[in-house]
């Protein structure tokens, strides 16, 4: 999205990864080796550019941002870079927890812990509410990376999980439906990962 965004997809190669659903439980011993070269953690993205590669999002939308984008996105110091990073902080809260309720549902058996899915769903809306609370009052017209992180956690929850965090933060989600239709979203949207 933050490529989209800045307008320099053209400056980038894509590359599509391929996982099984086995990820969330066992590790995947069949990456590609330049893919585990570039990201040992087996982490996406990656960016691997000129001198560096980067396994993190947020790392790696920092480095779009100041490196090829001009801190358009994200201030480079001061009270606005901190309080985007304090609302990307939160969003990547949800997005971690997205991710941790998705692995543990993979589970089958005595394996999964529904109480563990409890938990991180707990803590998504406990994180939406906060949002909507602290962060979205402030939110302004330029769809920066506080924004474009806070969009992927609610558009991720709508897609795997369903409506039902829109109930802990409306105006979060009514917010969030007037940024949906937004090139760099519709782009990007969730989909199952292909499997090898």
Known sequence: MTI???GIADRFEFVQTKWPH?????????????????????????????????TDSHAICDYL?????????????GAARWKALATM???????EAQVARRAELLRTGEDRSD????????????????LEAQH??????TFDLAQITTAVACGYDDWRYGPDWRDA?????AWYDSVAG?????ATAPAETPQH
């Open 89 to 95: 902080a939160l969003a990547n809260g949800v997005i």
């Open 136 to 141: 979205l009052p402030a939110f302004g017209s």
């Open 4 to 6: 989209l965004e800045l």
């Open 169 to 173: 933060a409306p105006k979060l989600a």
């Open 22 to 54: 086995s990820w969330g439980t066992q590790t995947v011993t069949s990456l590609a080796p330049d893919f585990t070269a570039a990201t040992p953690l087996a982490r996406i993205p990656a960016l691997v550019t000129d001198g560096v590669t980067l």
């Open 115 to 130: 109480d563990f899915i409890a938990k991180m769903r707990d803590r998504q809306f406990r994180c939406y509410a906060a």
């Open 182 to 186: 937004r090139p760099s979203l519709a």
């Open 65 to 77: 941002n100041g490196e090829l984008g001009g801190y358009r996105l994200l201030a480079r110091e």
